[in-house]
């Protein structure tokens, strides 16, 4: 009778032990796989200050290598869309009826929509906005539709 | 107290040497037995060994020749660790010095350039013969898929060091690469950014290839070849079997062949090896010291004399520094993704996630569904005829795009002739 109970004892403490060993191995896992996800990213800030309206001509297209960016401004106002190509990462070119990607030939229209090549889906926009010190903001971690434009 | 001192001296530095390798030069069957398996590092190696497999069309010695490759890559990298500073724009800086400023880092640098190629294409090759042998077969099943395991890590090796030297090279071959392994679906953009430790490419990934590239990835590498050699060495050369004259069982029980004179098999401990490393017919065995260590010098000497030559005729590629904002055109993968690449430009979703995986998929379960024993260990058996054709059709057109991507596509991405 007792070497059954310090049996059943002893059988306990194992299973709590490997229990609580699985356990804090499962919890020391997923920490680690935390620890690898940056909290600060020492990169350039996703919403910049691109410049004042005026230094963008009416009816011109500026390239801001930097940022990956071309700027518009149009008859209706500014947009902002992204030269980083949605295939592969290249930077597109503005061409004559739109943008054409270098790497693997994908041909976009004046909108970013895909006209031709392996690019999976348009050009990014990115909203863009103005500051209250009359400066032009560009937010790459809001994406907007072709039917964007800021008026200033 | 006849002993001149001479003798005396002699005598303690045969004891000194003793102590530390037991067994002296072997001169007797004995000895050489002995030699092998008193030492750790010898004992990687059978003391007897089937004579077939020594000669150099049963292998080709590619297994070897990886494994040389792997022990050049560590030595040259860890000297180019003392140079390399993991940090833009150092980093590009530091290959700028290894490459004018450090006597012989150009060598060493077009050395650990150059293994790393090599060591990418003689893996494929093994992977090949280990296929067109047909020496995947059991008790080899699993040694198979840790070789595939063992083939993805060093694609991963080699594509985590492409990024360290911070060139344009390495910054838009980079951008590409992560770009197809974003493709995956749901965890893409989150593998990218755990990748990338960020959303661009930058000091933190710069960091993070170069401690997976230099520790996390050679560690790994390290202990799955341990592995993968164990059971060679448990399982027996691939190949010696089929020239085995099959024993009979009542000669062996009667003694004419030991079935197993180790201790553990002795002891009813392990059953004996289906792919038996006893049991062999002693009349087709050599010992391993001096013919197979002999011919593994001769193979490791060939291999570090012809990459000395390649190291000082050819250098490895170092282009202008990176430069987020200019894609040179083309942009290009690293020439072993270039098949991947182009299928990625005519969909990105099967060049990118689908084939890849199915590739993966297929490698790690072939042997167990390929289970037919017929015309194994040897080259292209006729019993093997169906599966030969497939692999070897899948492999020529794995090649053939490798080769289209890497010399048939110039600017964007357009059909050249490489000789224009």
Request: aromatic letters at 12%; one cysteine or more; hydrophobic letters at 50%.
């Amino acid at each position: 009778m007792t070497e059954d109970r310090i049996d059943l004892k002893r059988r306990r403490i194992f299973a709590v032990g490997c229990f609580g060993t699985g356990a804090a191995t499962a919890g020391f896992l997923a920490a680690t796989f935390r620890f690898l996800v940056p909290n600060v990213l020492y990169e350039p800030s996703r919403r910049f200050d691109i410049g004042s309206p005026a230094e963008f001509p009416y009816g011109s297209v500026t390239f801001l290598p930097d940022r990956r960016l071309y700027v518009f401004n149009s008859a209706d106002g500014f947009y902002a869309v992204s030269s980083e190509c949605p295939h592969l990462g290249c930077n597109v070119r503005h061409a004559a009826s739109g943008f054409e990607c270098p790497c693997h030939g994908s041909r976009f229209d004046e909108n970013g929509g895909v006209v031709q090549g392996p690019a999976p889906r348009p050009l990014a926009w990115y909203a863009v906005s103005l500051s209250p010190r009359q400066q032009l903001i560009v937010d790459l971690d809001q994406t907007v539709g072709p039917e964007f434009r800021l008026r200033v | 107290m006849s002993q001149t001192l001479g003798q005396r001296t002699a005598s303690w530095l045969n004891a000194v040497g003793r102590s530390v390798w037991r067994i002296g030069w072997p001169v007797t069957d004995k000895d050489r037995a002995a030699v092998m398996i008193s030492s750790i590092f010898l004992h990687i190696h059978p003391a007897r060994v089937s004579r077939h497999v020594l000669r150099p069309s049963a292998t080709l010695a590619l297994g070897l020749i990886s494994g040389i490759l792997f022990v050049v890559l560590s030595v040259t990298g860890l000297a180019l660790m003392l140079y390399y500073v993991p940090y833009p724009p150092e980093a590009y800086r530091s290959m700028k010095d290894l490459q004018f400023v450090v006597t012989f880092g150009v060598v060493l640098r077009n050395m650990h350039r150059w293994s790393a190629h090599a060591m990418v294409v003689v893996v494929f090759l093994h992977m090949c013969r280990v296929f067109w042998t047909g020496s995947y077969k059991a008790p080899r099943e699993f040694n198979w898929v840790v070789g595939v395991m063992l083939l993805l890590l060093t694609l991963a090796l080699s594509f985590t060091g492409y990024l360290l030297p911070w060139d344009q090279l390495a910054y838009w071959a980079i951008t590409v690469g992560t770009n197809i392994a974003a493709y995956a679906p749901l965890v893409g953009d989150r593998l990218k950014f755990l990748m990338l430790g960020g959303h661009v490419i930058g000091p933190m990934t710069l960091l993070r290839f170069y401690v997976l590239h230099c520790v996390m990835l050679p560690l790994l590498m390290l202990i799955l070849v341990s592995l993968h050699v164990w059971r060679v060495r448990k399982d027996g050369l691939s190949g010696a079997e089929v020239h085995r004259a099959p024993a009979e069982p009542a000669e062996e029980a009667a003694g004419l062949f030991p079935a197993s004179t180790k201790t553990h098999g002795l002891m009813a401990l392990s059953r004996r090896p289906r792919a038996s490393v006893e049991a062999r017919d002693p009349n087709d065995e050599v010992f391993a010291w001096p013919h197979l260590l002999f011919r593994e010098l001769l193979v490791a000497l060939a291999v570090v004399v012809v990459l000395h030559v390649v190291s000082l005729v050819f250098m490895a590629p170092l282009e202008e520094m990176a430069d987020p904002t200019r894609t040179p055109n083309p942009a290009k993968a690293p020439w072993y993704f270039l098949g991947l690449q182009e299928l990625v430009h005519y969909s990105a979703l099967v060049g990118g996630v689908v084939v890849p995986t199915l590739i993966v998929a297929a490698l790690v379960s072939l042997p167990y569904f390929d289970r037919r024993r017929a015309g194994i260990g040897r080259w292209f058996a006729p019993e093997r005829r169906i599966a030969n054709t497939i692999f070897t059709v899948l492999v020529i057109i794995s090649v053939g795009l490798t080769i289209i991507g890497t010399l048939f596509r110039g600017p964007n991405w357009a059909w050249v002739w490489p000789w224009n």
